[in-house]
């Protein structure tokens, strides 16, 4: 039997490629003949960088120092590939990144995000694939336009202090961008707007710590920062656009400086030659830390099971936990789930020992699936 095992990471506990191989070993210890063919993935969240080093060949990774959402230094690294670098906002705006009670999207700045850019440009890219997701920050990029030399300013001409909060003041930006003629890529699932009731403030200001009086106010400051953008950079609709509240709207703030919004997962399945192992398949596992009903909206696990459902392959999700309805899962190709909250009966345990429980079900699945 031929099983391919692609999941995406398991966030704060496991890289897609750690959660793959665990799954393998497990399928190997109850049906060592059969094969797995492991291909780690990622959406343009956490991860991207590593999955695409591995499938890009030739690719070189430039280390790069930069920053968190609060201003302290991290490493952080440009995917070299040709003329093309690739870069993962959440290597510096990553929710990951912070403790929870430093959470705060009201002062979370995409600042880091910048000198990641600025470094791909400097590094000779023609082109700057960013992958969005995961952050922390909620700011609409005007961190990122900051370290790009453009940050907003008040009336008075004064910079304004890192995070969304403060964009309810923002006047104007204080210049143009300074990058190299360069074509910017915002790589996401996320086909949120900017604003309003599925816009990135509302969605997912509260996974990032923000209160409902905090929702109201950091949603109102990204409308009116979304017409300083478009006044000052010349473009329109920045409100509405689909994607643009991608990573606490730094989607916007990518298509504002003329950016285009590509899948990310459809970029990954591609640099990684998805589509053919899929046709070579018998079995599809894929899986995540969370598979709920953002993971219906384009995020990894979806794009996986349908793809498989288009080849009329089972594929099975096996998740941190699982929050969403049979019913809904498999009208998107998903034949079954797996929960490694069920599979210990504990979220503490499952966050402890995320690549036992992992093996576990990937043995469990082999005496199912496997003759």
Same mark, same amino acid.
């Given at each position: 039997?031929?099983?391919?095992?692609?999941?995406?990471?398991? !966030?704060?506990?496991?890289?897609?490629?750690?959660?793959?191989?665990? +799954? =393998?070993?497990?399928?190997?210890?109850?049906?060592?003949?059969?094969?797995?063919? /492991?291909?780690?993935? !990622?959406?343009?969240?956490?991860?991207?960088?590593?999955v695409l080093a591995a499938a890009i060949e030739g690719a070189n990774r430039l280390p790069v120092r930069t920053v968190d959402p609060l201003g302290r230094p991290v490493p952080g690294e440009v995917l070299v590939a040709g003329r093309t670098a690739y870069?993962?906002?959440?290597?510096?705006?990553?929710?990951?990144?912070?403790?929870?009670?430093?959470?705060?999207?009201?002062?979370? /700045?995409?600042?880091?995000?910048?000198?990641?850019?600025?470094?791909?440009?400097?590094?000779?890219?023609?082109?700057?694939?960013?992958?969005?997701?995961?952050?922390?920050?909620?700011?609409?990029?005007?961190?990122?336009?900051?370290?790009?030399?453009?940050?907003?300013?008040?009336?008075?001409?004064?910079?304004?202090?890192?995070?969304?909060?403060?964009?309810?003041? =923002?006047?104007?930006?204080?210049?143009?961008?300074?990058?190299?003629?360069?074509?910017? +890529?915002?790589?996401?699932?996320?086909?949120?707007?900017?604003?309003?009731?599925?816009?990135?403030? /509302?969605?997912?200001?509260?996974?990032?710590?923000? /209160?409902?009086?905090? +929702?109201?106010?950091?949603?109102?400051?990204?409308?009116?920062?979304?017409?300083?953008?478009?006044?000052?950079?010349? +473009?329109?609709?920045?409100?509405?656009?689909?994607?643009?509240?991608? =990573?606490?709207?730094?989607? !916007?703030?990518?298509?504002?400086?003329?950016?285009?919004?590509?899948?990310?997962?459809?970029?990954?399945?591609?640099?990684?030659?998805?589509?053919a192992e899929l046709d070579r398949a018998d079995l599809v596992i894929t899986g995540e830390g969370s598979f709920d009903h953002q993971s219906l909206r384009g995020k990894v696990a979806a794009g996986v099971a349908n793809g498989a459902r288009d080849r009329?392959?089972?594929?099975?999700?096996?998740?941190?936990?699982?929050?969403?309805?049979?019913?809904?899962?498999? !009208?998107?190709?998903?034949?079954?789930?797996?929960?490694?909250?069920?599979?210990?009966?504990?979220?503490?345990?499952?966050?402890?020992?995320?690549?036992?429980?992992?093996?576990?079900?990937?043995?469990?699945?082999?005496g199912q699936w496997s003759r």
């Amino acid at each position: 039997m031929r099983v391919l095992i692609c999941p995406d990471k398991f !966030a704060g506990t496991l890289s897609a490629p750690a959660a793959a191989e665990a +799954v =393998a070993e497990g399928w190997h210890q109850a049906k060592p003949d059969d094969e797995t063919v /492991s291909r780690p993935l !990622a959406d343009g969240g956490p991860g991207f960088v590593e999955v695409l080093a591995a499938a890009i060949e030739g690719a070189n990774r430039l280390p790069v120092r930069t920053v968190d959402p609060l201003g302290r230094p991290v490493p952080g690294e440009v995917l070299v590939a040709g003329r093309t670098a690739y870069v993962e906002s959440a290597q510096a705006c990553g929710l990951h990144l912070l403790k929870e009670e430093e959470r705060n999207p009201g002062q979370a /700045s995409s600042y880091g995000l910048g000198l990641l850019i600025a470094a791909a440009a400097e590094a000779g890219a023609t082109e700057v694939v960013v992958g969005l997701g995961g952050s922390a920050t909620n700011d609409a990029g005007a961190g990122m336009l900051a370290a790009l030399g453009a940050g907003p300013v008040d009336v008075a001409g004064y910079a304004l202090p890192y995070g969304g909060a403060a964009l309810i003041s =923002a006047d104007k930006l204080s210049g143009t961008p300074h990058l190299r003629p360069i074509q910017l +890529v915002a790589a996401t699932d996320v086909d949120n707007p900017l604003t309003g009731l599925h816009g990135a403030t /509302s969605v997912f200001g509260p996974q990032k710590g923000a /209160s409902r009086e905090d +929702v109201l106010r950091l949603d109102a400051a990204l409308d009116h920062f979304a017409g300083v953008l478009e006044r000052d950079l010349g +473009v329109r609709d920045l409100r509405t656009v689909p994607g643009g509240g991608a =990573a606490g709207g730094l989607g !916007a703030a990518l298509i504002a400086l003329g950016g285009r919004v590509v899948s990310g997962i459809g970029l990954v399945t591609a640099a990684i030659g998805l589509e053919a192992e899929l046709d070579r398949a018998d079995l599809v596992i894929t899986g995540e830390g969370s598979f709920d009903h953002q993971s219906l909206r384009g995020k990894v696990a979806a794009g996986v099971a349908n793809g498989a459902r288009d080849r009329g392959l089972a594929c099975v999700v096996v998740a941190g936990r699982v929050e969403t309805g049979m019913r809904e899962a498999a !009208a998107a190709g998903v034949t079954e789930t797996h929960s490694l909250v069920e599979h210990f009966g504990s979220t503490e345990q499952a966050l402890a020992e995320p690549a036992r429980g992992l093996r576990e079900i990937g043995a469990r699945l082999a005496g199912q699936w496997s003759r």
